[in-house]
């Protein structure tokens, strides 16, 4: 009986179809990486009976990265990435991925991919084949891998698509590498040289990152040119005629407005002294309104984003979790019309019992309308609610997003809006006046799309032709002309989708990274303001080279790798072609960079005239300013070098005392009274001194050998979270509060409170871990017979038990043997000493 091994995009989804599949006689059992779980059953495929395992993977198995020193800002020059070499890393290196599912594929047959319908998607299949192969032979073969085409959860798709297997699609999956190896190196080329340049020389930047996007800059460079026409604007005065008729009813002037005063009064000066307004001519026609498309992912952000108040990459969020839970069919697709063997009312005959949506779509049945025809795309079938769900199902916004999808797919099988418009037009002394009524005849999709209704229903007051009405006001109005707005991200949407900046995936998370940047603020009504930082480098890039915040050159690429996923262009000429593209704007801008720089100059504060004085520097002995703003940095103007400093928290000056390397002042990080805290020197922190030491490292990571502070000398064990770190004995908060950090995770145990000095000794327990010495003063001491001074065990000392708590450690992690080790200060993680099972039992009860 052949076993065939089947793998899904995310564990949740590999769940759901698994249970499709199986008819709901699964086996599920826990993978050894802890995050994905192999669902089991007994069936048929290709005709013969066969072992199915359903598991999953969690996103992208590798990502691209450089390799070796190219990964360090500080070791090789941003021009190299343009041909530094790359390679393939685990994405996620702690779920273990290619172990995970090598070790699943054992002993199978066949590869079944049920990844997401997309270009991402595809190249993910390619991923998990490139991880099995050690253990499927043949495994690019059409007869042991095959893909699964679906796009909705449901047990018609699913079973359809097992059903009607096809081949995975290497261009489209080659099409993802060209992209990713594009952004990677003209992403970090551009953002290494410029946040280094930068940040080196202004203090209030207020950004961790100067980053640079092929997709994000000209993506910001929309709100930006948008936020240079406000400013530009310049306001003019208009004037025009009022007229306000019995039953008071405002007319319409047909010159609608005159720029220059004095003609507007002579056209006044006609009208005033008139008394009667005779009706010369009454036209009513029939209008409409036309049915929404079918729902596609761009109008769902725009929708979302506009109607709803939910940001775009909040409402792909959903709408993916909406899609996995089998609510909704597959939300990333450009196509408009629905498949001409779609079951719409199949779809909609679900909603007849909802209290919610019933009588409509009972409505809609009776009266049932073909929808409209829009674009087919070839992708994906437009975006339909696929099941009923209760309110109770969902937290408000997920409840409201699927309320509008739910709402417009049945708005797409309604009548158009039919309303009948009548016109009355007027003439008073030679002047033509008109006024305009509505009144509805059929609420058509509007009775689901309430939203869209047609507000009130205007009973228009019956004129005929010759009737004299008398007139009630004539005024002579004054007003201005008014700038547009700041771009919505709805409006925003549309321009990228226009100008072809990004896909229906990425848009969202574009918009996300010019706002998490600092580059733009969202206000009122979700308008993309752009902040002094996003502003002027944006106009920086206009005075060096406009093309790249242009959309023009990055909607050629996209053009090009649309050619690679269809065959009809070489991945690697495209891919040389556009790096060496962009490697000459690099060196074209990093060669003009003054010109960008002196709008910098303007804007924003040198590092020397920003910050407060804090702490001494080694060198010079001079105070060196303290810049909070991010990202965080020491900054000695007498010999111009810069510090950065760990994010998240307050850097203060540790008891004026100085590391024995360097003679820089110690400073203590915290990131508030329960959160992380640890000593460090500035000057080590940013160029660790011994090689077993990473950068951005504290004292707690130190191994000096003498140093009081160092891990050496304070370190006490193992980290009962994590696996690689050790608890240090922090004392930048004593005497008021001692305790244990890890070094490595968030673990914090709070120790010996009140106690007037704690110490790490030299002896080591039964355990690994190094005794300590707490001492209190006699009228506080929590020792039995007035002891004010005690040694042992922090882990196994009976009397030191109720004197510990550990408050904070990181989410989601258990604790079991092989993470709490003790460890002595000083050994390497090879040298651990073996626990006894029992004093481990006794640790894991306690901390559990």
């Given at each position: 009986m052949p076993n065939v091994l089947m793998v899904a995009e995310k564990p949740s989804l590999a769940a759901s179809l698994a249970n499709i599949l199986s008819n709901g006689k699964s086996s599920s059992r826990k993978g050894f990486n802890g995050a994905c779980s192999i669902h089991e059953w007994t069936g048929s495929f290709r005709n013969q009976p066969a072992k199915f395992k359903f598991t999953s993977v969690c996103g992208h198995i590798n990502g691209l990265d450089f390799t070796g020193k190219y990964n360090s800002w500080d070791r090789c020059d941003p021009c190299d990435l343009f041909g530094a070499p790359t390679e393939k890393k685990e994405a996620t290196p702690k779920l273990k991925m290619p172990a995970f599912l090598s070790s699943e594929a054992r002993g199978c047959e066949y590869l079944v991919l049920w990844l997401d319908c997309d270009k991402e998607g595809?190249?993910?299949?390619?991923?998990?084949?490139?991880?099995?192969?050690?253990?499927?032979?043949?495994?690019?073969?059409?007869?042991?891998?095959?893909?699964?085409?679906?796009?909705?959860?449901?047990?018609?798709?699913?079973?359809?698509?097992?059903?009607?297997?096809?081949?995975?699609?290497?261009?489209?999956?080659?099409?993802?590498?060209?992209?990713?190896?594009?952004?990677?190196?003209?992403?970090?080329?551009?953002?290494?040289?410029?946040?280094?340049?930068?940040?080196?020389?202004?203090?209030?930047?207020?950004?961790?990152?100067?980053?640079?996007?092929?997709?994000?800059?000209?993506?910001?460079?929309?709100?930006?040119?948008?936020?240079?026409?406000?400013?530009?604007?310049?306001?003019?005065?208009?004037?025009?005629?009022?007229?306000?008729?019995?039953?008071?009813?405002?007319?319409?002037?047909?010159?609608?407005?005159?720029?220059?005063?004095?003609?507007?009064?002579?056209?006044?000066?006609?009208?005033?002294?008139?008394?009667?307004?005779?009706?010369?001519?009454?036209?009513?026609?029939?209008?409409?309104?036309?049915?929404?498309?079918?729902?596609?992912?761009?109008?769902?952000?725009?929708?979302?984003?506009?109607?709803?108040?939910?940001?775009?990459?909040?409402?792909?969020?959903?709408?993916?979790?909406?899609?996995?839970?089998?609510?909704?069919?597959?939300?990333?697709?450009?196509?408009?019309?629905?498949?001409?063997?779609?079951?719409?009312?199949?779809?909609?005959?679900?909603?007849?019992?909802?209290?919610?949506?019933?009588?409509?779509?009972?409505?809609?049945?009776?009266?049932?309308?073909?929808?409209?025809?829009?674009?087919?795309?070839?992708?994906?079938?437009?975006?339909?609610?696929?099941?009923?769900?209760?309110?109770?199902?969902?937290?408000?916004?997920?409840?409201?997003?699927?309320?509008?999808?739910?709402?417009?797919?049945?708005?797409?099988?309604?009548?158009?809006?039919?309303?009948?418009?009548?016109?009355?037009?007027?003439?008073?002394?030679?002047?033509?006046?008109?006024?305009?009524?509505?009144?509805?005849?059929?609420?058509?999709?509007?009775?689901?799309?309430?939203?869209?209704?047609?507000?009130?229903?205007?009973?228009?007051?019956?004129?005929?032709?010759?009737?004299?009405?008398?007139?009630?006001?004539?005024?002579?109005?004054?007003?201005?002309?008014?700038?547009?707005?700041?771009?919505?991200?709805?409006?925003?949407?549309?321009?990228?989708?226009?100008?072809?900046?990004?896909?229906?995936?990425?848009?969202?998370?574009?918009?996300?990274?010019?706002?998490?940047?600092?580059?733009?603020?969202?206000?009122?009504?979700?308008?993309?303001?752009?902040?002094?930082?996003?502003?002027?480098?944006?106009?920086?890039?206009?005075?060096?080279?406009?093309?790249?915040?242009?959309?023009?050159?990055?909607?050629?690429?996209?053009?090009?790798?649309?050619?690679?996923?269809?065959?009809?262009?070489?991945?690697?000429?495209?891919?040389?072609?556009?790096?060496?593209?962009f490697r000459l704007k690099f060196l074209y801008f990093v060669k003009n960079i003054a010109n960008m720089d002196s709008l910098f100059e303007v804007s924003f504060s040198s590092l020397a005239e920003s910050g407060k004085a804090h702490s001494r520097c080694g060198k010079c002995r001079r105070y060196m300013k303290y810049i909070q703003q991010k990202p965080a940095r020491l900054h000695c103007s007498h010999c111009d070098e810069t510090y950065v400093l760990p994010i998240g928290g307050i850097a203060r000056v540790y008891r004026e005392l100085k590391c024995p390397l360097d003679d820089f002042e110690l400073l203590a990080w915290s990131s508030g009274n329960k959160g992380r805290s640890f000593p460090f020197c500035p000057y080590c922190y940013n160029n660790p001194p011994f090689n077993d030491m990473s950068r951005a490292s504290g004292c707690n990571n130190c191994t000096h050998p003498t140093c009081q502070h160092s891990l050496i000398s304070l370190g006490v064990s193992s980290c009962i979270e994590c696996e690689k770190g050790v608890l240090v004995l922090d004392c930048t908060s004593s005497p008021k509060n001692w305790k244990l950090g890890c070094n490595s995770c968030d673990c914090i145990i709070n120790i010996f409170d009140d106690a007037v000095k704690v110490s790490v000794e030299e002896d080591t327990c039964e355990c690994g871990s190094q005794l300590m010495t707490a001492v209190y003063k006699q009228e506080k001491t929590p020792f039995p017979d007035g002891i004010t001074e005690k040694k042992g065990c922090v882990f196994c000392s009976s009397e030191f038990a109720p004197l510990i708590e550990k408050h904070k450690a990181v989410e989601n992690r258990r604790l079991n043997s092989s993470r709490g080790r003790g460890r002595g200060r000083g050994r390497s993680h090879r040298g651990r000493p073996k626990v006894p099972k029992d004093k481990m039992s006794q640790l894991a009860a306690y901390f559990v």
């Open positions: 595809e190249n993910i299949c390619f991923e998990v084949m490139d991880a099995v192969s050690d253990q499927i032979r043949n495994i690019r073969s059409p007869s042991v891998t095959y893909r699964a085409r679906f796009s909705a959860i449901t047990d018609k798709d699913i079973k359809h698509a097992m059903n009607n297997l096809v081949q995975p699609n290497e261009n489209e999956a080659r099409s993802v590498d060209a992209r990713q190896e594009l952004d990677l190196r003209v992403g970090c080329a551009f953002t290494r040289f410029q946040t280094k340049f930068f940040q080196g020389k202004y203090g209030d930047l207020d950004s961790s990152l100067i980053s640079f996007g092929p997709c994000q800059t000209p993506t910001l460079g929309f709100c930006v040119q948008r936020h240079d026409e406000i400013q530009q604007f310049k306001p003019e005065s208009f004037w025009y005629v009022q007229v306000t008729i019995e039953p008071e009813l405002k007319l319409d002037w047909q010159r609608v407005r005159i720029f220059e005063k004095e003609i507007a009064m002579i056209f006044y000066n006609i009208v005033k002294d008139q008394r009667e307004a005779v009706v010369e001519q009454v036209t009513s026609k029939d209008s409409f309104k036309s049915r929404p498309l079918a729902l596609n992912t761009v109008e769902l952000m725009r929708c979302a984003s506009a109607g709803l108040g939910i940001g775009p990459h909040t409402a792909m969020q959903i709408a993916e979790k909406l899609y996995t839970q089998g609510y909704i069919s597959y939300p990333r697709t450009e196509t408009t019309t629905y498949p001409a063997n779609f079951d719409l009312r199949g779809v909609l005959k679900q909603f007849e019992r909802s209290s919610d949506y019933g009588e409509d779509a009972r409505n809609i049945l009776n009266d049932f309308v073909t929808p409209r025809k829009g674009t087919d795309c070839g992708d994906h079938p437009p975006i339909t609610p696929m099941k009923l769900a209760h309110s109770s199902d969902f937290d408000s916004d997920t409840r409201r997003l699927y309320d509008f999808i739910v709402r417009h797919f049945m708005g797409t099988l309604s009548r158009d809006l039919k309303y009948k418009s009548t016109t009355t037009t007027f003439n008073i002394n030679g002047e033509t006046f008109t006024a305009t009524s509505n009144v509805l005849i059929d609420a058509g999709y509007t009775k689901v799309m309430t939203w869209q209704a047609f507000g009130k229903n205007e009973l228009a007051t019956l004129f005929q032709v010759g009737d004299r009405v008398k007139m009630k006001e004539v005024k002579l109005i004054e007003s201005q002309t008014g700038p547009p707005s700041y771009l919505t991200e709805s409006d925003l949407i549309s321009l990228m989708e226009k100008h072809g900046i990004g896909t229906d995936a990425s848009i969202p998370v574009h918009i996300n990274n010019i706002t998490q940047r600092n580059y733009v603020t969202i206000e009122s009504g979700r308008k993309l303001k752009p902040t002094t930082l996003g502003i002027v480098l944006v106009h920086g890039y206009q005075k060096i080279d406009p093309e790249l915040v242009l959309p023009t050159m990055r909607s050629a690429v996209e053009k090009q790798l649309n050619l690679i996923a269809h065959g009809t262009a070489d991945f690697r000429a495209v891919t040389k072609h556009a790096i060496e593209i």
